[in-house]
């Protein structure tokens, strides 16, 4: 079953088993350098679960559209992102009748538009579209493994992320997609199939990188299969997008709308997101201080910590949101970008040995409890991690070894609420050593934020 996003369970105790012990780490956070980029990133997440066929997300102009409020009328020019994660599932399971929409499969379209004179030409960097099932079921997986070919991974959120990490554009998508003027082309025309399925439910996640020459619309949309006359399905056509389009209303069930940014007094439901979110890439330059060239390792035995994909209610004692910010968004939608899902972190940290020795010194991600303000001068893990899994996606290191040969890792994480993680390297720096360290990821969905990227040097012994 397809793990909601973005819930923050509270470890709950039985008189038979006692809930897992705290262990505070002594640390600094620190809020993470740099910030997001420009690059528009069409963000289609709401409802995640598609029951009743509509509009996802569209940002076509209102105009001549049957229902105005579900177009937010928003063009996209050059660079922009596509992501997409929605779930299907048959309803009711019990009372299947042969072609009722419980039983067709739902399709996911994504059409893009051209509003000009001129044709436009969308060049297709980058892209990936998984099924849950059964193309990336969630198995479980050990908390640390290498992978190298991108043959590890849980869920399609996990694969697509893995895949577009690596820079790969997935077969179904051409290089390049022409539009004529005034007129629109299907990116995307694929179903979320549930038949034979045990529960029947399924989902897709997408994620694509673009570059048009011209304006373009785009919009997200959810419809059932058709069925030919033999009794078989078939995909909609390019019409009867543009006719739901036209003439359709926002899909549904509508998700839980989120609290107010401003309401602090009540448990915060950040809602799921449907819209244009302002980046697409977080590129940070690690150092002492804006004016440094090197950023100098904990001295032995310590530990920092620099905060990543931080939320409103979630900032780990630093203040800083790392959440994107919506462009245009549903009024019942997120106001942020909660999660900043497909989203790219490019981190280096240009590390120096400041010490008289050697010193081991190892980089790790880790998933501590969630804070706003740090209750204790540190960050708070669990001794036994709790059930849920908050992460669960490849990361990229690049280091030199110690022979000066330069290295490239990917390597797959599963991480539980309060886990503290293992080191995604270790590097043995002489004294007076710099070694620049890389490292880049995409966060996954279904993944909870935050987590924290941490330096620690061993301590020495005596």
Not at 130 to 136: F, G, I, R, T, V
Not at 147 to 170: E, H, K, Y
Request: glycine share 8%.
């Amino acid at each position: 079953m397809f793990p909601l996003l973005l819930i923050f369970p509270i470890a709950q105790s039985t008189l038979t088993t006692p809930p897992p012990e705290e262990v505070v780490q002594q640390q600094e956070v620190r809020p993470l350098p740099g910030q997001l980029d420009t690059v528009p990133t069409f963000n289609s997440n709401s409802p995640e679960l598609v029951l009743k066929e509509g509009i996802l997300l569209s940002t076509f102009p209102p105009d001549g559209k049957k229902v105005p409020t579900a177009h937010l009328n928003f063009p996209f020019r050059g660079r922009f992102d596509i992501f997409a994660h929605h779930v299907a599932r048959a309803e009711p399971p019990e009372n299947l009748r042969r072609h009722s929409p419980s039983e067709t499969s739902l399709y996911l379209g994504i059409i893009l538009h051209n509003p000009g004179s001129q044709a436009v030409k969308v060049n297709i960097w980058q892209a990936a579209s998984y099924l849950s099932q059964p193309d990336a079921p969630f198995i479980q997986l050990p908390s640390f493994s290498q992978n190298p070919l991108g043959t590890i991974f849980a869920g399609p959120g996990d694969r697509v992320m893995s895949d577009v990490l690596r820079g790969q554009r997935q077969g179904i998508f051409p290089a390049q997609i022409e539009i004529p003027a005034k007129q629109s082309r299907m990116l995307l025309n694929l179903p979320i199939p549930v038949q034979g399925l045990t529960p029947p439910l399924n989902g897709r996640s997408t994620l694509i990188r673009l570059q048009s020459n011209g304006t373009v619309y785009a919009a997200s949309l959810a419809m059932f299969a058709r069925v030919n006359p033999d009794g078989s399905e078939r995909s909609p056509t390019l019409e009867e997008w543009q006719n739901l389009l036209d003439n359709g209303d926002l899909a549904g069930p509508r998700d839980k709308a989120p609290t107010p940014l401003e309401e602090t007094t009540k448990p915060i439901i950040y809602g799921r997101v449907a819209g244009v979110a302002g980046g697409s890439r977080w590129r940070a330059l690690l150092v002492d201080n804006p004016k440094a060239r090197y950023l100098t390792i904990p001295q032995p035995g310590q530990v920092f910590s620099y905060a990543l994909s931080t939320l409103h209610g979630g900032t780990l004692g630093t203040g800083q949101i790392q959440s994107a910010p919506m462009l245009v968004r549903y009024p019942d939608t997120a106001y942020r970008a909660h999660g900043n899902y497909g989203i790219q972190y490019n981190l280096k940290f240009p590390l120096y040995n400041n010490t008289q020795s050697s010193q081991t010194v190892s980089v790790s991600i880790q998933t501590p409890l969630k804070e706003n303000q740090l209750v204790k001068p540190g960050l708070r893990f669990l001794s036994t991690p709790a059930r849920e899994v908050f992460f669960r996606g490849t990361v990229r290191v690049r280091y030199k070894d110690e022979q000066n040969q330069p290295q490239t890792e990917f390597v797959h994480l599963v991480q539980k609420r309060g886990q503290s993680g293992e080191p995604l390297v270790s590097l043995n720096m002489k004294a007076g050593d710099r070694s620049l360290v890389e490292v880049d990821f995409l966060y996954p969905p279904d993944a909870t934020p935050p987590q924290v990227l941490t330096v620690s040097t061993q301590a020495q012994n005596r």
